[in-house]
């Protein structure tokens, strides 16, 4: 069964005992996570993680351990991150399957609309599948609201706005800045404060984390001696790896479209003005020279790798900082072809 924006708050918080799957797919990968994370927390269940390789290698292990009791009591939520079109064969063996004792809860990133593995979830009564964007306007300020009430600050409308801003819209981003600001303004769900714009200049994203963010438009623009110069200043053991892939992301999921449009036969120049507000002012210019510099066929590649890139810094043990700067170049001197 697909879920819709407007459902899937009371789906999560609500669950139904009688859906088993559950996948949470799209480019908000964070948005996924947090929804996930919600339904266990209202199953209050633990996670226990399985790996989609496992699955891959025994599908009907998934169904198995679904089915298994808990050998310390309690519910669980089986948990699968990342997910892809390997695990569906052990999804239908599980929603073939007689009612399992836990559910089983798949983080996947964007899935084509021939899926397998989405087919599976939109179309069972036992599945529900969702797809999560990244919020604009007053969405992702109400996102910034929400996630900030967690953490007992009382943002505004402005505040929000420049908080989701500066994080490009992405709530694994807004979660890590409204953690810190409310330990600066010692806010807690039990004491909640009001968060001003002054907090935020004291020590919020748009100061020196925004210098961390322009290591993605410095690749795709193609200034490979700016870039390593940018990546030289870093600090080793830093955690900046997740932040920059996901705003590599982001540019990328605009520029693909807008280079689409440009391989039909529109002018760049016009594509650039139906952008329009969605950029910045001082961004317009670099983003036209990344119109011309790219085309869609490389694009796509690039955005595959951005992905892997994500996994790896995320699942590695102790992620490395040298691969994020070797893709970066990587991508910097490609851009330099064209």
């Known amino acids: 069964m697909k879920a819709s924006k407007q459902s899937i708050g009371r789906a999560v918080d609500q669950p139904n005992t009688q859906t088993r799957f559950y996948l949470f797919h799209g480019p908000d990968e964070a948005q996924s996570r947090a929804l996930g994370q919600r339904l266990a927390k209202a199953l209050e269940a633990t996670k226990f993680i399985v790996a989609a390789a496992a699955v891959k290698s025994d599908p009907a292990s998934l169904a198995d351990e679904a089915g298994a009791m808990s050998l310390f009591g309690g519910a669980r939520a089986i948990w699968i991150e990342p997910a892809g079109d390997d695990i569906a064969a052990g999804v239908e063996a599980l929603l073939e399957a007689p009612a399992p004792e836990s559910p089983v809860v798949a983080i996947a990133g ?7 593995l989405l087919k599976l979830a939109e179309a069972s009564p036992h599945a529900l599948a969702f797809a999560a964007y990244l919020p604009e306007g007053h969405d992702a300020e109400r996102m910034v609201i929400d996630v900030g009430r967690g953490f007992g600050l009382k943002i505004s409308n402005s505040v929000a706005a420049r908080i989701a801003g500066s994080a490009g819209n992405d709530q694994a981003l807004v979660g890590q800045e409204l953690q810190k600001l409310a330990l600066y303004v010692d806010a807690s769900p039990h004491s909640p404060k009001e968060l001003d714009h002054d907090a935020i200049d004291a020590v919020g994203t748009d100061t020196a984390e925004g210098d961390v963010m322009r290591l993605a438009d410095l690749a795709l623009s193609g200034e490979v001696e700016a870039l390593a110069e940018e990546l030289s200043r870093l600090p080793s053991g830093g955690s900046e790896g997740i932040p920059v892939v996901r705003s590599l992301q982001r540019r990328l999921m605009m520029l693909a479209p807008a280079r689409a449009r440009v391989e039909r036969g529109e002018r760049p ?7 329009g507000k969605s950029l910045f002012w001082k961004d317009k210019a670099m983003v036209g020279r990344m119109l011309v510099q790219w085309d869609a066929e490389r694009l796509t590649r690039v955005a ?7 996994r790896d810094l995320m699942f590695s043990p102790a992620p490395e900082q040298e691969s994020l700067g070797e893709e970066l170049l990587a991508i910097a001197r490609e851009a330099r072809r064209r």
């Not at 964007?110 to 397998?116: D, E, I």
């Open 304 to 310: 595959a790798r951005a992905g892997q890139l994500e």
């Open 269 to 275: 120049d016009a594509v650039m003005t139906s952008l």
């Open 110 to 116: 964007a899935l084509r609309k021939t899926s397998p």
